[in-house]
Each structure stands twice: as structure tokens, then as C-alpha cells.
């Protein structure tokens, strides 16, 4: 079936260190896709979401890449910082417009 | 704005009891969700809703039932509690995505969670 998966369960980085977040997508009609940060206890967290008629969008020290023809979406995160510590889930909408597919999420780890 | 809030934070039931879990959102969205999260995995939809009186199954809705009677409030039900239920459910809203005055089919606005209630059936 169509579904959202992570490349990997686990990265830790070292703080000052650029992060790089992957995630690959198989439903070729899915136009619009969500980071989400979810720190332990809490509820999932937007960080940033791109349009399937963009390839790249920027906020603030996060940056999310999308490339349709492999359909590979990443999630940047610059200068990583101890407080950036949580997992990461990238969801999309597969053609549906409310009804978010999500992937099992990757732990980020910071290291001081 | 309270934003997206949930009711209890966390609950234990015995096998077959019943409980209702509560969720109401003040920034006036027409789509509400319920989605469970299990250790380690990402999210799961159970029901979905486009707007009061309006509730659609999502992906694991067995067990479940919901009911949305007014735009802010959207209620979880479990009738007979399992171990399998036992999770941390999440309700989210959404706006509905309409572009100037035109509902676009494939825009929506991004889904604000709540904080989740920890549910533990034993």
C-alpha cells in the first residue's frame, strides 16, 4: 500500500552541527507535505510544510527539499541545538485534502 | 487562543470499562481528527471530521466512536476497553482551506495537535 517512511530510526549529531532528516513517500498523487517535531510528552509540533509545486522552502534555520521525480523529501535543520532533541515525522496528504499519512518518525539526538 | 486541548492527560482502565475522551478546539475549525500513537510509531487516524454533524472513519477506527455535535468539540468513545487500546491519542483540528472564499481542493491549513491523553488499559 501507499505510505510515508523514515531512511532512519535514529540520528545524533553533534550541537553547532547541521542535521539532515530524510524521508521517502510512495503515493504519486501526495501534494503537500508536513514536518512535525514531537518532543517527549508531548503533541506533534509544525515546523514547516511544502507544496508539490515547490522544491525547496526555507524557515528559520530549517529548510525542507522535495524531489518529486524520486519522491524523497528531507527536513535540514542548521546550527542544531540541544533543544532541537525530538523526533521528527514527515506526513503527507495523498491526494486527500484533511487526512495526513504519517511516518514513524526519526529520533534526533544532540549531543553538547 | 487555548488552542487544541485534551481531556484527561492520562487515564487507566480496567478490560470493558468505557471512557470518553474529550477534545475542543477555540480557533474555530471545521476539521477535527483522532489519532493514536503507539511506542516508537508514528500517528494513526481512527475518525476523522469536515464539520459539526459530519465524522468519517479513519484508518484503525474499531472500537472507537465519535460524535461531533458542535465546531469546537469533538469526543472520543471506547465502548469496551482491550489491552490493544492502550496508547496516547491525539486530537487535531484543521482549518478548511478555502482560498479566497474558494475551497481549494488540495489546500488545507496545517493540523494543530493537542497534548495528548496517555491511556493505559490493563
Known amino acids: 500500500g501507499e505510505s510515508v517512511g523514515l531512511h532512519l530510526p535514529t540520528l545524533s549529531v553533534q550541537e553547532g552541527d547541521n542535521s539532515i532528516i530524510n524521508c521517502a513517500y510512495s503515493?504519486?498523487?501526495?501534494?503537500?507535505f508536513i514536518w512535525y517535531k514531537q518532543e517527549s510528552g508531548k503533541g506533534p509540533q509544525f515546523i514547516i510544510d511544502i507544496r508539490s509545486n515547490m522544491d525547496k522552502r526555507q524557515g528559520q534555520r530549517v529548510t525542507v527539499l522535495l524531489n518529486k521525480t524520486v519522491k524523497h523529501l528531507s527536513l535540514q535543520i542548521a546550527a542544531t541545538q540541544p533543544g532541537d532533541s525530538a523526533v521528527y515525522f514527515c506526513a503527507d496528504l495523498g491526494g486527500s485534502n484533511y487526512k495526513l499519512t504519517f511516518g514513524k518518525g526519526t529520533l534526533l539526538t544532540v549531543n553538547p | 487562543n487555548a488552542g487544541v486541548t485534551q481531556t484527561p492527560k492520562f487515564r487507566i482502565l480496567k478490560i470493558g470499562q468505557s471512557m470518553t475522551l474529550q477534545c475542543t478546539q477555540d480557533m474555530n475549525h471545521n476539521y477535527m481528527y483522532w489519532y493514536r500513537q503507539d511506542p516508537g510509531m508514528g500517528l494513526k487516524l481512527i475518525y476523522y471530521s469536515v464539520g459539526a454533524g459530519i465524522t468519517d472513519k479513519g484508518e484503525v477506527p474499531n472500537g472507537y466512536n465519535v460524535s461531533r455535535s458542535t465546531t469546537e468539540d469533538f469526543p472520543l468513545r471506547l465502548e469496551l476497553a482491550a489491552p490493544s487500546q492502550t496508547s496516547v491519542y491525539f486530537c487535531a483540528s484543521s482549518g478548511d482551506g478555502k482560498v479566497g472564499g474558494s475551497y481549494q481542493a488540495t489546500s488545507t491549513d496545517t493540523q494543530y495537535f493537542g497534548p495528548g491523553t496517555r491511556l493505559t488499559v490493563l
Open positions: 503515493n504519486s498523487a501526495s501534494d503537500y
